[in-house]
């Protein structure tokens, strides 16, 4: 038997960086997943095997002193975290023994598309199904919500709930309000290969407020206010608004050193091709772009210029459903 979970990864729209201090930021799903696959095998303890991360690794769980071994690599402590922590709340602790999981991913990892918060909650909802418990998504979320604080040491929590449900959000002060589209945004996912760190990126702006409080406190309120005036121009579809929201998110981006001459160039690129508007998103520092075309025939000319400059496309599209159960 086997159980396959998957989860989307996502693009903030506006706001992040914001968000960690209570701010409104909006997020959307992407259509590039992870999957994670649960099945059992013959070893004492959990096996877990990354594509992505190149690893293959076995611990096992001591109930006595609450801790793996041997100690898992770094990169896959917030996976082990996340399978201690759902076999704590499903009362499975102790039969975490002779479990295969292998995550697979669509997403490039590091690239500020939630790669980490996708994993987790894949991982979440694969070892959910297998023992047949039924957790609640909101549950699902908050166990990723201890993963995601492994990975980055003050998340807001907006990615692992974009992976848990998918669609689109606003997230404020961890009030979640999802909004359907009537129709798709013609985004593109733009990953500039630059790498980043999401806790280095966030440690930056901690350390700016710390030293300017009064003027990041201003910056942090321009955003949330950006990502007010985007609600209702999605929702009027008033895609130029959008774009020009986009840019001066930008900019505040830039403004609170988050930002990376490569991430600059592509978004300036991106505009130059005909996007009404471009930012990077995530943490920054590295990572990723977006771009609102005017329209989907505008997608491509963008797309053909940001490869130009030596960018991936991780998606033009966004997805509907969050976490799911795809096999078992
Ligand atoms: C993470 O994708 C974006 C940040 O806002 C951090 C967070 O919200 O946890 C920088």
Redesign the pocket.
């Known amino acids: 038997m086997e159980v396959i979970a998957s989860s989307p990864g996502?693009t903030?729209l506006f706001g992040?960086?914001?968000?960690?201090y209570g701010k409104k930021?909006l997020a959307v799903a992407i259509s590039p997943r992870v999957r994670a696959k649960v099945s059992s095998n013959d070893s004492l303890g959990v096996n877990v095997k990354s594509e992505a991360l190149k690893l293959n690794h076995l611990s096992t769980y001591n109930s006595q002193t609450k801790k793996w071994a041997p100690t898992p690599p770094d990169m896959l402590t917030s996976i082990y975290v996340a399978i201690e922590n759902i076999g704590k709340e499903t009362g499975n602790i102790d039969l975490m023994n002779n479990l295969l999981l292998e995550i697979t991913s669509d997403l490039p990892v590091g690239s500020?598309v939630?790669s980490s918060a996708a994993t987790a909650t894949a991982t979440l909802a694969a070892l959910n199904q297998w023992w047949g418990t039924n957790l609640s998504l909101e549950k699902i979320s908050e166990l990723a919500f201890l993963s995601?604080e492994i990975t980055?040491g003050?998340?807001?929590?907006?990615?692992n709930t974009v992976s848990t449900f998918g669609g689109l959000i606003s997230f404020e002060d961890g009030t979640i309000e999802s909004y359907s589209l009537s129709y798709s945004l013609p985004l593109v996912v733009a990953d500039s290969g630059v790498p980043k760190q999401?806790s280095l990126?966030?440690q930056k702006v901690i350390t700016m407020k710390q030293q300017k409080p009064e003027i990041v406190a201003e910056i942090l309120d321009a955003m949330h206010e950006l990502s007010e005036r985007a609600i209702p121009a999605i929702h009027n579809k008033n895609l130029k608004t959008l774009g020009d929201l986009m840019n001066l998110n930008h900019e505040l981006l830039v403004s609170l050193g988050v930002s990376h001459e490569k991430l600059d160039s592509l978004c300036e690129i991106a505009r130059k091709a005909g996007a009404v508007g471009a930012k990077l998103t995530?943490?920054?520092g590295g990572g990723t772009i977006i771009a609102l075309a005017p329209s989907f025939n505008d997608v491509e000319t963008i797309v053909k210029a940001l490869k130009l400059e030596g960018a991936t496309i991780i998606s033009s599209e966004i997805s509907i459903e969050g976490v799911k159960i795809e096999q078992y």
């Open positions: 996502k903030i992040e960086h914001g968000v960690v930021a500020g939630g995601e980055h003050k998340p807001s929590g907006i990615d999401t990126q966030v995530g943490a920054g």
